[in-house]
């Protein structure tokens, strides 16, 4: 079992950055890959980057490309999503989310472990 909680989600406007970080807790983290997933007001919830467990493998939804970086360090359990260059449309609660599978998968009923959320908002 994998206990995931997220946090790091804020206000900000038109071009910043935060950093969103997943605190892991389980012997099985070092071998899942993680995601990350998001949903805004009215929308489905949309794949945003997985990495694998050694950190070797990333996937990225075009929506983030180039914007955004994930990544993880094992050592404290801890998986990260860099966010750049934010937009309105990134506005959205981010999940963190874990798998048994060692593929960076974008679809999230592969992914077996789920955190509560946080909330991401970007100012227009």
């Known amino acids: 079992q994998v206990q995931l909680v997220e946090s790091g989600g804020g206000l900000v406007q038109t071009g910043g950055s935060l950093r969103l970080s997943c605190a892991a807790s389980?012997?099985?983290?070092?071998?899942?890959?993680m995601g990350w997933f998001r949903q805004a007001p009215g929308k489905e919830r949309e794949f945003v980057a997985a990495v694998s467990w050694s950190g070797e493998s990333t996937n990225y939804a075009d929506s983030v490309k180039g914007r955004f970086t994930i990544s993880r360090d094992n050592t404290k359990n801890t998986m990260y999503l860099q966010m750049n260059s934010l937009k309105p449309e990134d506005t959205a609660i981010y999940y963190c989310a874990a798998r048994l599978g060692g593929g960076v998968a974008s679809i999230s009923i592969l992914y077996h472990y789920w955190g509560q959320g946080t909330q991401v908002t970007v100012s227009s």
């Open positions: 389980g012997r099985t983290f070092s071998r899942n890959t």
